[in-house]
């Protein structure tokens, strides 16, 4: 049973930081890449953030000099470090992995349940 669990979600105020955290567990053979989606009401989700390595990121334009995506392969962890934050950063952020489970030859996207992420005054 293979699961991603995200937190660290909050309210903040504009300007202020927060860190998000996403923790997979389960039977993983191996994780071939981890990252961060948020959507926002009446909108459409969209990529905040992936790594597939230490050399290789991607980040939004949106999200570029604020937001940090970091991970810990020991503890099959992510995190986005998220400073400087706007109002329109407000959203649910959603973790994702795609990772090959235990004894499947087959490699499978997977979707955290979400955290709510408010930045107002």
């Known amino acids: 049973q293979v699961q991603l669990v995200e937190s660290g979600g909050g309210l903040v105020q504009p300007g202020g930081s927060l860190r998000l955290s996403c923790a997979a567990s389960?039977?993983?053979?191996?994780?071939?890449?981890m990252g961060w989606y948020r959507q926002a009401p009446g909108k459409e989700r969209e990529l905040v953030a992936t790594?597939?390595?230490?050399?290789?990121?991607n980040y939004a334009d949106s999200a570029k000099g604020r937001f940090t995506i970091s991970r810990d392969n020991a503890k099959k962890t992510v995190y986005l470090q998220m400073n400087s934050l706007k109002p329109e950063d407000t959203a649910v952020y959603y973790c994702?992995?795609?990772?090959?489970?235990?004894?499947?030859?087959?490699?499978?996207?997977?979707w955290g349940q979400g955290t709510q992420v408010t930045v107002s005054s």
């Open positions: 994702n992995a795609d990772l090959i489970p235990t004894n499947v030859p087959y490699e499978y996207h997977y």
């Open positions: 389960g039977n993983i053979f191996k994780i071939n890449a």
């Open positions: 790594m597939t390595s230490a050399i290789s990121t």
